[in-house]
Nanobody, 115 residues
């Protein structure tokens, strides 16, 4: 059973930075894509950033230029570096891994941007 464990969330002031980590229990080569979704209260879960096994990336328009997704294959870990955070970025962030047969989710980590 694949497990994804997120860390790095917290409270930060507007303009601040956080780095989220998602550690997989097995090799991330098993997944053709890994990404970060977020869900704010009363809103639908949305894809924030995704990286494929080949290194291609996707970003939600609102985070382009501020967030960077990366992967460390040796550590089986995917990161989301978030800079210039805005109150609108406040949400629970979920790690997602897509395999051929199914997808996997982490438990989520809270990010709160507030002064």
């Amino acid at each position: 059973q694949v497990q994804l464990v997120e860390s790095g969330g917290g409270l930060v002031q507007p303009g601040g930075s956080l780095r989220l980590s998602c550690a997989a229990s097995g090799s991330i080569f098993n997944f053709y894509a890994m990404g970060w979704y977020r869900q704010a209260p009363g809103k639908q879960r949305e894809l924030v950033a995704e990286i494929t096994s080949g290194g291609s990336t996707y970003y939600l328009d609102f985070v382009k230029g501020r967030f960077t997704i990366s992967r460390d294959n040796a550590k089986n870990t995917v990161y989301l570096q978030m800079n210039d955070l805005k109150p609108e970025d406040t949400a629970v962030y979920y790690c997602n891994a897509k395999a051929t047969a199914r997808g996997y989710w982490g438990q989520g980590t809270q990010v709160t941007v507030s002064s």
